[in-house]
């Protein structure tokens, strides 16, 4: 078992040239930086059991740890209440590039750079609001994807 644990601290100690290397079917956290060898599905397997049983994954891909890249914001139930509840008068300011619901969106989803995040959805707007008859998952789901 001592010899598992001093492994495993090992592993994590050098684990900062392995971030570049974490395979794209497992994803990453403990389990794809521990386990290099990904030829096998049991090999696959174990990453994945190990990502799941250490519960680390969900950490690594919120706080951009363990190999995972920390996306650039992340949706939350005020978000989305306040795109449900503004989804008017936000696709005005969006098209206009600027306002303060677009501002107050930003904080919301805690984006930094507001001028930019501004710009980006004014000029997605036809990729944000696909239809007249939009449904709030589906402009935050496209707001996701293009100002990333």
């Not at 956290?29 to 519960?55: F, P, R, W, Y």
């Amino acid at each position: 078992m001592k010899k598992i644990l001093v492994s495993i601290v090992a592993a994590l100690a050098l684990s900062t040239s392995a971030m570049a290397g974490i395979n794209n079917q497992t994803g990453c956290g403990l389990g794809a930086m521990v386990i290099k060898d990904d030829s096998t599905a049991v090999m696959l397997a174990l990453q994945a059991t190990t990502n799941g049983t250490s519960a680390n994954q969900t950490f690594g891909i919120t706080s951009g740890t363990s190999g995972c890249k920390k996306a650039q914001f992340v949706m939350n139930e005020r978000a989305e209440e306040f795109v449900a509840s503004n989804m008017d008068q936000l696709a005005k300011e969006i098209a206009q590039g600027h306002g303060e619901s677009v501002d107050t969106l930003a904080e919301l989803l805690e984006v930094s750079d507001k001028a930019t995040f501004a710009t980006a959805l004014q000029a997605n707007y036809n990729s944000i609001y696909t239809s007249q008859n939009a449904k709030m998952a589906d402009v935050l789901d496209n707001i996701s994807a293009t100002t990333l």
